[in-house]
């Protein structure tokens, strides 16, 4: 379940629009970008996730104060924060475009009524909610973008027809603007990001073992081995179809296809599934953010503000915070589009904000002030090769030499003060401070079988509802209906076999295993 909801919370609508527009325009070269995704959710398995899950933190700025002191976990706190509003807009910006393409609704519409939507909207129950909610989610969208790939192909005349019309090179893995230096820079990024962002962190944290840990790493990999593929083919199906998308049009490419081939139904199933896919998103950072300002900033200053008070505060903070999104949402289009917007804000933070944390996992000798140092460097530099250089010093980076930079500056500078303190032969009071710390800390390790049965039950009724949806769809379908009937009745049955699996424990069977 943490695995899958890993996946869900890194993928969003901006993976159709963003990847998208991508796919449309370059072809398999979109597929290629997004593999580096599966790398480097098995490398994360393999030697990332089991450290986080060792630490015996439950989030990571507990364990940046634990290892790095709290004065460094506090100018993090306060950058995640700065960061996190333009992620939330870019993750906004995405959905309203599906709506806008989906609907007619126009695009500045569309996001100021999702954006109310998201701030309206509240979660409950916690870390379970979202997993429970990620994994429903993956499993209609899946059943979704299972049916228009066949669909997509039977449309320009199956796999023959597509190749045979596809444009030149239009399955090459490389071209000159998504080189393979940029695919390299853009798979370290992917690492750090995946492997450091907060709100990622808790999937490896929060299960019982180590073991646990690389399982959920290991899960992303496999599906970002098989997902991108059945994703960017119809964006790439619909350049054959309708090759003449200007501008910023080509962000709808994928939506567009959908409306082609979708039977009735289905497409306001995906469209649901995509927007509260996002909004699950936007609405975890946003309560991050606002935890951030009402626990690291207000109650700073306010010690003595009661539970009540702090919860108000909490309100007012995800509304101002919302509000700040949806102005960021509404000037992506003014900013280059979305995948301006993305590759940018993935260059100038990606390795700079989540590597040096990631770094002290494995190193006995970096301090606090060595890894924030590292980090306000490397935002610095990139800020200024991004903003200033074009003007001051007549120099612009490519998309290649900007992620290059944004990834390779924090390796050579942590590599730099790891070598000067090996050099020096230091010692670190704070890594010992650390591990008295981790003696001190008793986690718990048994797991709640009652509380996984119970949320594997949510989720099955979930499934099962879902497949009956899908069946009623497939008797309103014009066509497609035997396609679009057969994935319900995989659904229904999924949801069946979840169900059986995770009954409740029967009294006689419980009082025969407290007696063995």
Not at 128 to 135: F, G, K, L, Q
Not at 307 to 321: C, H, S
Not at 393 to 419: D, F, H, K, Q, Y
């Amino acid at each position: 379940m943490s695995g899958l909801s890993l996946f869900m919370s890194f993928f969003s609508a901006g993976t159709f629009v963003v990847w998208g527009s991508v796919a449309y325009q370059s072809g398999w070269v979109a597929i290629a970008i997004q593999w580096t995704m599966c790398i480097s959710g098995l490398i994360i398995g393999f030697v990332i996730a089991p450290k986080w899950q060792k630490t015996g933190a439950l989030t990571a700025a507990e364990y940046i104060t634990d290892r790095l002191g709290y004065g460094t976990q506090k100018i993090y706190t306060y950058l995640f924060l700065m960061i996190s509003v333009f992620t939330t807009g870019a993750f906004l910006y995405p959905v309203a475009k599906i709506v806008e393409v989906s609907t007619g609704v126009p695009i500045y519409a569309s996001i100021i009524c999702l954006g109310i939507l998201i701030l309206a909207y509240t979660a409950a129950g916690g870390l379970w909610a979202v997993i429970v909610t990620d994994v429903l989610q993956f499993v209609v969208l899946t059943a979704a973008v299972l049916i228009v790939v066949p669909l997509s192909l039977s449309k320009v005349g199956g796999v023959s027809g597509f190749v045979a019309n596809a444009p030149e090179n239009f399955f090459n893995f490389v071209n000159e603007e998504y080189s393979p230096y940029f695919l390299l820079a853009f798979g370290l990024y992917n690492l750090f990001f995946i492997a450091g962002n907060w709100a990622y962190v808790q999937r490896y944290t929060s299960v019982s073992t180590a073991k646990d840990a690389k399982k959920v790493g290991w899960l992303f990999g496999g599906l970002y081995a098989v997902s991108p593929v059945i994703w960017m083919l119809p964006p790439m199906i619909y350049r054959v179809l309708n090759p003449d998308l200007q501008g910023l049009a080509d962000e709808g490419a994928y939506l567009l296809m959908c409306k082609e081939v979708l039977p009735v139904g289905m497409l306001g199933l995906m469209l649901g599934g995509m927007i509260f896919a996002t909004s699950s998103s936007v609405n975890t950072t946003l309560n991050i953010s606002a935890g951030v300002l009402t626990n690291d900033i207000f109650k700073h200053f306010r010690p003595q503000t009661s539970d009540q008070g702090l919860v108000y505060v909490g309100k007012i903070a995800t509304v101002v915070l919302g509000v700040i999104t949806i102005i960021v949402a509404l000037l992506v289009p003014k900013l280059g589009g979305i995948v301006e917007v993305v590759m940018s804000l993935a260059a100038l933070t990606g390795g700079a904000m989540f590597l040096p944390p990631i770094w002290a996992l494995f190193s006995k000798k970096q301090t606090g002030q060595s890894v924030l140092a590292v980090t306000l460097v490397s935002l610095a530099v990139n800020a200024f090769f991004k903003f200033l250089a074009p003007s001051l010093i007549e120099v612009s980076l490519s998309r290649a030499a900007e992620m290059a930079l944004g990834v390779t500056l924090p390796i050579v500078l942590l590599t730099i003060t790891e070598i000067l303190f090996q050099v020096k032969n230091t010692s670190s009071s704070q890594y010992e401070n650390y591990l008295s710390l981790q003696n001190e800390k008793e986690r718990e390790e048994q797991e709640n079988a009652d509380g996984n049965r119970k949320g594997a039950r949510v989720i099955g009724v979930g499934v099962l509802s879902t497949g009956g949806l899908i069946l009623i769809l497939s008797a309103l379908a014009e066509t497609g209906a035997l396609l679009v009937g057969g994935m319900g009745v995989v659904v229904l049955a999924l949801g069946a076999i979840i169900i059986y699996k995770n009954q409740s424990v029967s009294q006689p069977q419980e009082a025969e295993k407290i007696y063995q």
